[in-house]
């Protein structure tokens, strides 16, 4: 069993950046993949970045190049640094963590979910 919780979301001007983190129980976190999802109001949840156990990551496209997913297996937390942010990337943000990467990146569905942050962007 792992539980996650997520924390640093908030509200913040267009432009400006964020940093979420994700804090996860149990020993074995560094064999899971981790990630981060997000969904907007009346819309479906998606996928954000995702980070497997020997550090790869991936990207929704919209996000490369300006959110960062990393993990410090040391602490049992995985982070999300969102710069340049945009009105539309105004959403509840979900940490996860998953048996594998494929969870994250093609299934939308991993095993575990922590109970999300907000994040406002005003304009």
């Known amino acids: 069993q792992v539980q996650l919780v997520e924390s640093g979301g908030g ?19 560094s064999s899971y993949a981790m990630g981060w999802f997000r ?6 949840r998606k ?7 020997s550090g790869s990551t991936y990207y929704a496209d919209s996000m ?17 640094q969102m710069n340049s942010l945009k009105p539309e ?8 963590a998953g048996s594998t ?7 939308s569905n991993p095993d575990y979910w922590g109970q999300g ?6 304009s």
């Open 117 to 122: 942050t907000q994040v406002t962007v005003s």
């Open 39 to 44: 969904q907007a109001p009346g819309k479906e």
């Open 47 to 53: 996928f954000v970045a995702a980070i497997n156990w």
């Open 64 to 80: 490369k190049g300006r959110f960062t997913i990393s993990r410090d297996n040391a602490k049992n937390t995985v982070y999300l």
């Open 11 to 29: 509200l913040v001007q267009a432009g400006g950046s964020l940093r979420l983190s994700c804090a996860a129980s149990g020993r074995t976190f």
């Open 101 to 107: 990467i494929i969870l994250f990146t093609t299934k």
């Open 89 to 96: 990337d105004t959403a509840v943000y979900y940490c996860a």
